[in-house]
């Protein structure tokens, strides 16, 4: 009889191993892609007729495409969003600040401001950046990466004033690593930065892992690139560098698939804003000026493409925002979110459980230069800053003294060329609009940092105070849609 129960057990210790084992499910990985600057009018998934973007095709045909995120209209408010899961107001870096150029002491302060990839870090993740940062100064602060969570990093400085060679992040790129700051000759930019994630995660494949990737393409200057080095006018090195970006997104899905690492990985593709306004591109047989900076669907509506562990495939007009992303990626983690975020997980969408998602409307705010004040802090130009709501349907503006002011119907009128209110604007809408503003606090926060020391250089207050604000303030901020002459003499320069 012991013999019979000795060998019962060693039978069936395998299978109790295996099944023990199963009880606990690998975590996934998280790999976040940001271009930057480009609309969807750049993006052949979403109806671009004047670019070819293959790899990112194919994440379009094997995950899940989004038709309604929004981004902010410009850089800092988008990163901050995404960072903390907060919005503009909630956060308080509403306007633009180019910290490294600036100066004043402002900085992103990660003790005070809650950061996606510092919760995911406690919680065992080995988590990565490259590219753009531009909240922090490294010369004065040369820990800030690992202080927001990131333990490895290679990151554009962004222009630091009184040091010339850091303007550069294309060609001969003056890169900060945990070894220092200084200039790659001869190197092109986003080729470091794409090695550096592929080397990280061919490192850490056997980890969870969260790789961000805030691309520095394609914002300006326009530049001719590795595969193009013939392109001479803005709209070839433009569509290059589109080129290029896309590349590179196919270059670390092989990475992932030569590591094995596809089947447990979300890889989510967007963009911070929309193109740049100098330049034209071509969408559903519609020209579009690049709409970086402004409130209406080219500057706010960003691509967000989403590769999911088991390839789920399909388009959803799901409402999200980014501030949705800090949540969700807590959530797919199965991480406690402690943080105070404005947003909603939409891990239920990428899982399969939902295709609507949670919310009922989606908002935009900020941009334009910041104000630094008397006492000599960053602060917000407007008690309440103009923005924009939206459902699947309607899209409504509000101006400073939170008012709606214009309304449109994005099913009929996709490119906002029929303001509704005063021209028999549905009194339903408007009321569950006027609902949604009536909660949203009626004063926007402060940024929340504690001042770093001064930099090498501060921009004269009078300088950086003169173009913001009431001064800046667009009547509308809105921006409408190109025609073809403009289109033609953009694309046919020599």
């Not at 013999?3 to 998280?30: A, D, H, S, T, W």
């Not at 969570?149 to 890169?175: A, H, L, V």
Request: include cysteine.
């Amino acid at each position: 009889m012991n013999k019979i129960y000795k060998l019962l057990v060693v039978m069936l210790l395998p299978l109790m191993i295996g099944c023990k084992q199963m009880e606990v499910p690998q975590r996934p990985n998280f790999v976040f892609i940001m271009v930057d600057d480009l609309g969807k009018e750049w993006i052949e998934s979403y109806g671009a007729t004047e670019i070819e973007t293959p790899n990112i095709n194919k994440l379009a045909e094997t995950g899940i495409t989004f038709d309604n995120a929004y981004s902010m209209p410009q850089c800092t408010p988008s990163r901050v969003a995404l960072i903390t899961g907060q919005y503009p107001f909630a956060n308080g870096w509403i306007n633009h600040y180019d910290v490294p150029r600036w100066g004043h002491g402002v900085n992103f302060d990660a003790d005070k401001n809650p950061s996606f990839a510092k919760a995911l870090k406690n919680d065992g993740y080995a988590t990565c950046i490259a590219g753009k940062w531009q909240i922090n100064d490294f010369r004065i602060e040369p820990k800030a990466m690992e202080n927001a969570g990131f333990q490895e990093y290679c990151m554009w400085t962004g222009y630091e004033s009184g040091n010339k060679p850091s303007e550069n992040r294309y060609w001969d790129p003056y890169i900060f690593t945990k070894n220092g700051s200084k200039t790659y000759e001869g190197e092109f930019g986003p080729d470091i930065f794409s090695d550096f994630i592929i080397d990280f995660m061919s490192k850490n494949k056997d980890k969870p892992l969260c790789v961000y990737y805030p691309m520095v393409l394609t914002h300006a200057p326009f530049v001719h690139t590795p595969h193009e080095p013939e392109a001479k006018t803005k709209y070839q090195k433009h569509q290059a560098m589109v080129r290029y970006t896309d590349f590179i997104i196919g270059k670390i899905v092989k990475s992932l698939e030569d590591n094995g690492m596809l089947d447990n990985t979300y890889l989510i593709f967007t963009t911070d804003n929309g193109t740049s306004n100098g330049i034209i591109g071509k969408r559903d047989e519609v020209y579009v000026r690049g709409g970086k900076s402004f409130l209406t669907e080219n500057g706010i509506n960003a691509p967000f493409l989403v590769l999911t562990p088991d390839k789920m495939h399909f388009t959803t007009d799901a409402l999200i925002d980014f501030t949705d992303i800090y949540p969700t990626l807590l959530d797919l983690a199965n991480v406690g979110n402690k943080a105070e975020t404005s947003g909603y997980s939409f891990a239920d969408v990428l899982e399969g459980e939902r295709v609507i998602g949670k919310r009922d409307w989606i908002l935009a705010m900020g941009g334009l230069s910041a104000k630094i004040g008397e006492d000599d802090r960053m602060e917000n130009w407007f008690r309440f800053r103009d923005r924009v709501l939206r459902d699947r349907r309607y899209k409504v503006y509000t101006d400073t003294l939170k008012r709606i002011v214009r309304m449109f119907d994005l099913q009929s009128d996709p490119y906002e060329t029929h303001n509704l209110i005063g021209e028999g604007a549905s009194a339903q809408v408007l009321e569950k609009f006027e609902g949604i503003l009536n909660g949203l606090p009626d004063r926007d926060t402060q940024p929340v940092y504690t001042k770093t020391v001064d930099s090498l250089y501060n921009v004269p207050i009078e300088k950086l105070n003169c173009c913001g604000g009431p001064k800046g303030a667009r009547k509308t901020n809105m921006l409408p849609l190109a025609t073809e002459e403009a289109f033609l003499k953009l694309s046919s320069k020599e």
